[in-house]
């Protein structure tokens, strides 16, 4: 299944949901009171939040207005147009040796999405190492080791209660021995002590920073998609202790509210980089915002 099909597939009960919103409003009514009313019901159903919502139908009211556009398929290209432009970023490409240390609370795929991260650079050619420094929730390194497994790649683990600092330092002593191209790290989600949590990603990072200076290092943030607007608190909690690069954003196929990516964008102005639409280990998929709208409105 290829690229778009995927998404598509992962996004079904998204389109499901709000699709024949969308459908009906565009659907040869003139563009009046009514029209925005359903436009703007269709995209706060879909979980895309007041901010975001309101930010593109200002938008596109003036567009439309501006361009005096009257017919409902020219309106629905704008729509798309404009939508796609407010949850595109400019990305860097990565550069190698890559670090990623991935953050976010407890169950919401963290783990799994390492291992998928860890299969997809693999599937590029690169050599990966995963760092399990999630010594805190019980068995979270035997099941990263299960995904590294699968990924076909090395992982570094130390005893539970280890400190995940030194887990981390010992993968990159082992990246850089062996000229491993990318160290992806899995770390504790508790909240219940935040302090400690915050405390130990920022000594995680440090590490990342001392014995790695050259490295391409990233921070991500895996959200739950199917939380909608709660996962927003999520990333405040976390940018206090590290500054977040990117959001993974899982389980998009598990909810009918996939509009969360333009909330996030909205109020965090943090680019989605990868979307979890399966339970595959290729179901992560780097996200592209043209085919997301696409796959709302298809």
Do not use: C
């Not at 309106?75 to 990305?91: G, P, W």
């Not at 570094?156 to 160290?183: C, L, N, T, W």
């Not at 977040?244 to 996030?264: F, H, R, S």
Request: aromatic fraction near 8%.
């Amino acid at each position: 299944m290829g690229f778009f099909s995927k998404l598509k597939e992962g996004l079904k009960k998204t389109k499901d949901n709000i699709g024949k919103k969308f459908f009906s409003a565009f659907s040869g009514r003139a563009l009046d009171d009514e029209f925005y009313d359903s436009l703007e019901e269709a995209m706060l159903t879909a979980d895309m939040g007041v901010t975001a919502t309101e930010q593109i139908l200002d938008e596109f009211k003036d567009e439309v207005y501006k361009n005096k556009i009257t017919d409902p398929e020219k309106a629905k290209d704008l729509l798309k147009r404009i939508m796609v432009d407010s949850i595109s970023y400019e990305i860097p490409d990565y550069d190698y040796p890559l670090v990623i240390l991935l953050a976010g609370v407890n169950g919401v795929g963290k783990t799994t999405a390492v291992g998928k991260l860890a299969n997809h650079f693999r599937s590029m050619g690169k050599s990966v190492v995963v760092a399990a420094a999630d010594t805190f929730r019980a068995a979270a390194s035997d099941q990263l080791e299960v995904w590294a497994e699968r990924a076909g790649v090395r992982i570094i683990k130390h005893q539970e209660g280890s400190d995940p600092a030194s887990v981390v330092f010992d993968a990159i002593s082992s990246a850089k021995a062996r000229r491993d191209d990318v160290i992806l790290v899995d770390t504790a989600g508790r909240l219940h002590n935040k302090k400690n949590l915050m405390d130990e990603l920022r000594k995680i990072h440090k590490v990342i920073i001392r014995e790695l200076p050259e490295a391409d290092y990233r921070s991500y943030i895996v959200l739950d998609a199917t939380t909608g607007q709660n996962a927003l608190a999520q990333v405040e909690i976390f940018a206090e202790a590290v500054d977040i690069d990117g959001i993974i954003l899982t389980k998009l196929d598990g909810t009918a509210k996939g509009g969360v990516v333009m909330a996030i964008s909205a109020e965090q102005e943090i680019p989605v980089v990868f979307v979890g639409v399966g339970e595959q280990i290729d179901d992560l998929l780097p996200f592209n915002p043209e085919e997301f709208v696409d796959a709302i409105f298809e």
